[in-house]
């Protein structure tokens, strides 16, 4: 159940019901000569989805612009500054906490936003203490980085072997492949690929990963891996919601 | 084109051709008992998609919650608070002027962002300045409300004169139908409906429009209006973004 | 009733009577070659004391100082950033809001800050639920254009059409003339005057409007029209007060 | 000469013989029950102006509104929070250093603003090489309490003894006295009167100092050593202006 | 070396040799009824002094307060937000950065800094290139929690296996007690304790946490033992910082 | 009684008795040629230990870096920005005004921080108010200077009269050689040395006092001698904390 698609009064009735809620949080940055500059939030918005038709719950607004300072020298990457995106969470939180959500489910595509996802989480738990939020005491804030599902870091692993790399991986390329066939893209792929260089600067990441991958081979993903993906990831991430919203009875 | 499906080098080959993007920005917030808290979001995003679509203009990610604070006290109404939406929107600018893009044409679907917006852009031309990103004084901003295009008021007058209100319009309902058929809601409509207050707290917001809409009858929208609605926009913002374009040379 | 020239306990004794304030707001910015620097606050302050006087309002410390980015490629502008003027109104506000003032009536000389000033608004708002003040649901904000009052801009087209332009108009000078007639200026002013450029950098805004103007001739303006000019502005606002403090009733 | 009432050329002119600028900066605080709320601006104001007369100085637009945290349980008082302040001065300092001042010397008639204006002279300076000014190093601030100036002080002792006190003395409302003797206050002051009480929370000083004097008796001012005040005041103050001037050369 | 005891121009020609630095980071929280409240910054300090002294590497000062929002419930404990924990980051890196540092090695003594570091991280590369330091992109920061060195985690395992539990660990009060034998405090520990709670509120935590410990027993904790612990992490980080310093070359 | 020696329940047992704490803050910041970067701190440190031990008062973490932005063109010193200590300031004193603590004892070793301090405190007592804390309107803070106690500064005349200078003068040298006698440097310092110059710029800093001295010559400085300032300063101090923490009562 897509929050966008649903009345006031329907949120008024699901929170009888429940207090929980997912938020899809991707990014827009480069991902290698073929893969999509919206990967991040593509996926996590298609398995978001995915998990709030399996489990009724309703799923919020996409963040597409996440933490991507990193990838910042490459055209076309848009970042928050890590203060920034704390607000932002502050922000969004606030409002839901205020109509009574307490449990906030984020599933995430990029390895970038966790750090930021973690410190706004305290930043929020204090923020609704100092707004004395009636049981504010309550909220519980978890993020889940589908891509870290043990199903699913497992088949990357049985498919592609050391070709999965961490960024620009095929495990993730085949996921929007799955969700936008028309938008497969070719293009020649060095045969040589950075990997094992810490991120540091935008410039020096470039530097280290000149054409933005990190030790991935893309060419490697199909949109039938997509669908393999996207079905471990909303099948793990479900029994996460689940255990997620139990845990607060 | 949809910037979360390109490839950096497509973009970095687009940045050799224009310097201008569309950036879609909605908000999540209650439309009264039948809109949808999508709407504004839904609504820019398909409009800004097909103006793209026409001006092979890039199309950047939506800003899915805006500042939508007076909505708050509906449940599932989200919103930055304006210091914070200045910020993101600082930050997104700041990362595309960086790679050299210059000319940013927000197409808007909520007129609670445009005073934010209007001061976000002041706040970026100094920000750009002070970062002394090369020829930073030639970035131009630039917000459109979809809403308030000549054809697109003219026709919603034609269509529902005083019952078009202000806010969960039957225009913008409409055009909504149009993209979500599968999510046209029924609800009772009080024949009496708020209208005429000036907007200042959330909660007095709510006191003056007790079922969300102001001074609209949604009922009246069809998924045919939505279509005509949405023609209309597209072509009316095609001709503003050339223009807009065009007026950097 | 000048808020410096009171007492705190002629402010608590009004408090019992009223819970408005007008709060003029000017700029400090160039006015083209003849105009003065402080234009805008000098309006905006004369017009707002004649408002106070006869409606008994209190009328707060002028802000000399607005959102004039704009402006500050000529010597002698000054400016808040818009993020900087929103802290200042939200100070301004709750420091008022905690004494018992609800009703807040700007009188504003700069469109510059019309859209900082209502996204303060908002950001105020906000402040004040969050810190519970009593009633604080009840505070109302207005900005009121003294140049935008229908009979000013009215008499402003018969007296100089098209001359009036869009700043460092002969309207505004004559106000300044009207307050000040020591410091009326004489200076060459070039036939031609930039006009129509949309604002975006300080840098970009010199380049088109190389001598401040913007479309005006105020070489047209005169004490006695300021006058005018003045008595139609109070007259005006003066209702737009009552009307604004009686909506609260 | 008064920054308000110059032209752009004006100003532009002047910097060619000076680079100073005086700044008055006051405060909208409780004065007790006889002082007017404005006498920290009206004060700083008049003598600023008064300095700025006998220099041929610039002198900018008053800070009207100034840190007065302490004094906000009276009604009618304002004030900015010192994070505030700070980015105000900041704001101010920026635009005049853009346009080439680089001396600024603040007459101030307000205690409590002290402390953070001298943080703020500092965040100042960073911000200022942060942006890369040209000869930015060379900026130089100088704040100058009135009030401290040693023929004053001296004067007020001589005059009124103990009975100056600390807030609300009689020397600061002489001066207000003799700018508007049109506004001169009578109400009962209790023989005895808070003095000695450390300033921290607003609700902490009214405890102590409950009709807002501290330790003052201002029913002994007069527009007489009003007028004295000024001219001790004035008279020192051009002495430390030229020195300040003097000092970059 | 220590920063603090080193003279300016012993850094100068510190400078010439090496641009790496160690800045200890820990945290001033609750640790259980037996912990010191220091325990977080005790370690980091006295690690990083020794990994300082091996490798002649210098060491700042230490971060004593860190981001402790869910310890807070405990009187004693204090925190940072994590939005002024990156500020102070970045103050502290811009500031070492403009004298010439380029790699900061932090030595962590609690887990909950972990995130707020890392976003820390990205905050200060945008910054200095915002600032154009130059060659800032050279700019490197690593993390290094102690108690997360292999030999470290593996002894504690072995000395008492889940008896280390994750908070007010036997580990970490040895590690106290090495430094501060004179500082063994005994108090009653219940025996059962609370283990396997996320973490969420200051409210949440205590109500899960009731004596504050997560899972440990500090009872099991010896000098002797705080002696071994510290010579393991300073032998392993001693290797981590030269890997670390080397990687630039 | 150090709070970093203490267990939480060892907190909670002193705050039935007393509600006051003592913090030191010094800085890290270039002391001339042969004064330690950690002068400040080192001393405030020794000497609130030495109060603390007197009083049976609680002493908090050493603040190690404060405001010392002038001081950021020598290498080695380390600096917050007044606007981010304001933010630390009022993080520690939330945290601890949560559990209790009403009265905040500075102990401060660096005049650079005195005004950022003072500011912090008028922005702490309206946060607390605004955080609805029970009894906040009693937080009381006080910025003590060791360097400043009558007794300290008569010494100091006596022994070194004019070349105590105002900044790495040999008495806070002293007190760095009693309490780190093996830390004493030895290095040529010019006769001439700089003196009487305000405090600007960093680089204007540097310029006035090459050698980072102010007027100073610490080659005066002796380990006893530090001991006798260290004695006058605790008992100095320690009457002050007494009728600080009694003036509550």
Redesign the interface.
């Known amino acids: 159940m ?11 009735a699901y ?1 009888q019901e429940s207090q929980g809620i997912i938020l899809p949080i991707g990014s ?1 940055e ?9 990967t991040d ?2 996926c996590a918005e298609i398995i978001a989805k995915g998990v709030g038709e399996a489990t009724q719950a309703l799923v ?6 996440g ?1 991507a ?2 990838h ?1 020298a ?11 995106l ?3 969470i ?3 939180l606030v ?2 906490s ?3 959500f307490r449990q906030f489910f984020f599933i995430n595509g990029h390895g ?1 936003n ?10 929020v ?2 923020a ?5 939020i009636p049981n ?7 993020v889940n980085n589908w891509y870290m599902c043990g199903s699913v870091y497992r088949h990357a692993k049985e498919l592609y072997g050391d070709q999965e790399g961490s960024h620009a991986t095929p495990s993730e390329v085949a996921v929007t492949q799955f969700v ?1 066939p028309e ?1 497969i ?1 070719q ?1 020649p792929l060095s045969p040589e690929v950075g990997h094992g260089h ?1 991120i ?5 990441f470039r530097r280290n990963y000149p054409d ?1 991958r990190m030790g991935s081979n893309p060419a490697l993903a199909t949109p039938e891996h997509g669908k393999e993906f996207y079905d471990l990831a909303v099948t793990e991430l479900v029994e996460s919601y689940r255990k997620f919203i139990g ?1 607060s009875l």
């Open positions: 897509l929050l966008h698609l649903c009345t006031w009064p329907e949120v008024e929170l827009t480069q991902h290698g000569p073929t893969g999509l500059i919206g939030a593509i919020g607004p996409t963040i597409n612009v933490m300072l990193h910042t490459f055209p076309g990457s848009m970042s928050l500054r890590p203060s920034t704390i607000l932002v502050r922000d969004y409002s839901l205020r109509a009574g970038g966790v750090a930021t996802l973690k410190a706004a989480f305290s930043e738990y204090e609704i203490a100092d707004l004395q504010g005491d309550r909220v519980q804030c978890q936008y938008a893209k293009a810490p540091y600067s935008a410039v020096d933005g845990s």
